[in-house]
């Protein structure tokens, strides 16, 4: 039934037969870009130096032995293999039975092959990718014919630092090795996978506050120590945060930072020291850039006297900051509530969600009504193609935008 669905959708006809959601919006994707059903999977592949290097460079790198310790086994025994990709679909390690990888060879899942979805159309390790949620994907609902041999489940993984996707875990094998339980056993050994990169994470936080507190305590008015990825081991003369929003790429020196104003930043041992500046802040921010071209890769770009700072967003910061790109005359929360909820009593909601947005762009935002500021230029990237507009979003402002209404 499934691949008389398929079959209809390749060629514009309506099937009595639905795939599932999310394989049905894969398909659409696919379409969109351009696919040929009956294309090969063959991809230029990775140089090899290229490939080392992509793996040095992944955070996926220091787990690889837990995940291969925690999968691989099974995946052997399944007559199966394990994949890892990193966040562009390039495979960057595989793993499993012999067999099985010889047969992968032939459909170019091998190491530095690229299945992304815009590559090999839907496939576990591209529509994960997509989707950002764990993904199985069986025989026919592949969308390139040559891979109806094939099954597949793959789950997204996360730096839990900053929320990061750095790579998709796949298992994959013949058709006939299907089974129920594999997506839920690749989600699990990617949660793990992430907690031990957590653990990691609060051990470095432990040896910089070793570092730090002293330093602070000698330091007069406002500071706080942080890693690199902006997550507290020390403060002084001001309330703690939990995490510091920093720049994509941060230097020493003077930095304006959204939530605190002007700074003087200097490097520490596996982080920096960040001092806020009394005083003028060399002008207030001028533009604002919402990003919402990508789904996987929503931003909020703020362009101040002193440089440019990016944050990226949840899928519901992104609707809400939408909203009030459209409406720059502001928005209570009732209305900000009905615009994303389709509720204007969720009203709790709306200022729990905008107080946690202020909390980084203070500077930006104004309340009574909610609104970007006098004097800011507001930019929405938008994407391609309207359907692709916060695909998962059921927030009315954002149904509308795709609709054209």
């Not at 919402?290 to 770009?301: F, I, K």
């Amino acid at each position: 039934m499934i691949h008389r669905a398929r079959e209809a959708k390749v060629v514009g006809e309506r099937s009595p037969v639905a795939p599932r959601a999310e394989i049905g919006a894969s398909w659409d994707r696919v379409l969109r870009s351009g696919i040929d059903p009956d294309q090969s999977t063959e991809s230029v592949l990775l140089e090899m130096d290229e490939i080392e290097h992509r793996r040095r460079s992944s955070t996926l790198g220091e787990v690889m032995p837990l995940l291969s310790e925690g999968l691989v086994s099974l995946a052997d025994a399944a007559q199966q293999i394990v994949v890892v990709t990193d966040v562009e679909g390039r495979v960057l390690w595989r793993q499993g039975n012999t067999g099985v990888l010889r047969r992968a060879d032939r459909i170019c899942l091998a190491e530095g092959a690229a299945w992304a979805e815009a590559s090999t159309g839907t496939n576990a390790i591209g529509t994960a990718l997509v989707s950002r949620t764990p993904v199985q994907v069986h025989s026919s609902e592949h969308f390139v014919r040559s891979l109806h041999n094939w099954t597949c489940a793959a789950a997204p993984v996360r730096d839990p630092r900053d929320g990061r996707l750095i790579g998709i875990l796949d298992i994959s094998g013949p058709a006939s090795t299907f089974h129920p339980t594999s997506l839920a056993l690749v989600g699990s050994v990617a949660r793990l996978a992430e907690s031990e990169i957590r653990n990691r994470h609060l051990q470095a936080i432990d040896r910089l506050r070793s570092v730090a507190a002293p330093l602070l305590c000698r330091l007069g008015g406002r500071a706080l120590a942080v890693d690199t990825h902006g997550w507290l081991a020390a403060v002084t003369g001001m309330p703690p945060v939990d995490r510091l929003p920093l720049p994509k790429s941060l230097q020493p020196g003077r930095v304006w930072l959204p939530s605190l104003g002007m700074c003087q930043v200097e490097p520490l041992s596996g982080g920096w020291l960040v001092q806020v500046t009394d005083g003028s802040s060399d002008g207030p921010p001028r533009r604002v850039v919402l990003d919402l071209s990508r789904p996987r890769g929503l931003t909020v770009n703020v362009v101040s006297a002193v440089g440019t700072w990016t944050q990226r967003l949840s899928p519901r910061h992104a609707e809400l900051l939408y909203a009030l790109a459209l409406h720059r005359e502001g928005r209570t929360a009732s209305e900000l509530a009905e615009d994303i909820f389709g509720d204007a009593t969720r009203t709790v909601t709306v200022r729990a969600e905008i107080s946690r947005i202020r909390r980084h762009l203070a500077e930006v935002l104004a309340h009574r009504p909610y609104r970007f500021g006098e004097g800011v230029e507001v930019e929405v990237i938008q994407p391609d193609h309207p359907a692709d507009l916060l695909p998962r979003s059921t927030a009315p402002v954002v149904v509308r935008a795709r609709e054209g209404s």
